[in-house]
Nanobody, 126 residues
Framework: VQLQASGGGLVQAGGSLRLSCTPS????????LGWFRQAPGKEREFVAA????????RNTDSVEGRFIITRDNAKNTVYLQMNNLKPEDTAVYYC????????????????????WGQGTQVTVSS
């Protein structure tokens, strides 16, 4: 599965961006998906994840109430709506997918995922 993440950019603190993740080949309607990020000099960390069904999702505490992960299986796209962005949100954001046996499973561990996108840069200025 080849993934394409897009939607990153430069935004001022308090602004919003919406990231998208789509497969460049095939479909991932039966895949769970996660967003991770890596800031300069730091390890990659979990941001948000959503189940195959879209019925369940989970955010890391630092983005709770600001970021929303959704998916549109008809469009074969998963979104990460990022609101009230902060300078500490600056990072390269990666989407990752894995097949899910159960439609409502959500995965937060990096090593749970099989396929990764190339990343999209998000820069938040103060």
């Amino acid at each position: 599965v080849q993934l394409q993440a897009s939607g990153g950019g430069l935004v001022q603190a308090g602004g919003s961006l919406r990231l998208s993740c789509t497969p460049s080949d095939g479909t991932y309607s039966n895949y769970a998906l996660g967003w991770f990020r890596q800031a300069p000099g730091k390890e990659r960390e979990f941001v948000a994840a959503i189940s195959w069904s879209g019925a369940r999702s989970r955010n890391t505490d630092s983005v709770e109430g600001r970021f929303i992960i959704t998916r549109d299986n008809a469009k074969n796209t998963v979104y990460l709506q990022m609101n009230n962005l902060k300078p500490e949100d600056t990072a390269v954001y990666y989407c990752a997918v894995r097949e899910a046996v159960h439609r409502d499973n959500v995965f937060t561990a990096e090593n749970s995922y099989y396929y990764w996108g190339q990343g999209t840069q998000v820069t938040v200025s103060s």
